[in-house]
């Protein structure tokens, strides 16, 4: 999976061009190297085909197209923790950009190279929000989630170089029907690491957010080292494992499945999770 973003627009600007990006993200971010960050502008002469910049051995893409996405911004926004519940969501947006960090000629990338690839491609993003005023929304599909592109901005040059976990990774807790604490993650897989999965928690939602948080913030120091059956500590009734575990979501998907187990008993993996949206009905904020 590649690092990508999309930006959701009330119009297709033509001032999101290739030299005023890189003017902006220089300025933006000195650790940048003016050298090694250049605009391609034989690729660009073609208007049909995406805007381009290189970053050293990395190619940036900006692809507009002149239409929605087609997914209804109000409901991703309402399940969005980085979308205030104060902020009015856009009733409606005419166009987007995908926004691509790639490394060309490269077969598999290390989780390494990839939070790398999500450092630049969340500076390009901050600076594209600087340069043009048409951008109402940035959405990340790994996360199925949206941000205030003002938000993204500030929280992008506050946080970097450290990896900026609430906007790339979402983390969502919710108890089921019968009062059971759920959480799961979902976007470290854009950064070659394992979504976390907790089908049934005895702990409170704050506790189960904070678990999320911490084994992600984890993963992305000390890369994917949790193998199946680890153990990761204990409570004062149980002992966590983690399995590598199909997805309670998505089957075909392996993820980090924590389960709680008490005593002697032998850690297993769920299997089955109550009748969800197909969308999003699982995303909250709590």
Known sequence: MPSLAMLFQSHLDSGLAGDRLRQQMLADFPDLKPASLTVDAAENADEDRPLTLSYGDTMIALMSVPAAVGDDLQEIAEHSRLWPESTPVPASYDAHTIVTVLRPGKSSTSYQDAIADAVLLSKVIASAIAV?????????????????????????????????????????????????????TRGLDMLRLMDIEIVESPETAEETFARLANISIYQLQSGPVIGDGHSLGTTDDAELFALHAPSALDPDKTVLQLTFAAGDEQPVAATAVEPQSKKRGWFRRK
Do not use: K
Request: aromatic letters at 8%; glycine letters at 6%.
């Open 132 to 184: 043009s005023d048409s951008i109402v929304a940035v959405y990340f599909g790994s996360a199925n989630h949206v941000i205030v592109p003002e938000l993204f901005r500030d929280l992008t040059i506050e946080t970097l170089p450290d990896p900026i976990l609430p906007a790339w990774v979402a983390l969502n807790v919710a108890p089921r029907t019968d009062g059971v604490m759920t959480g799961h």
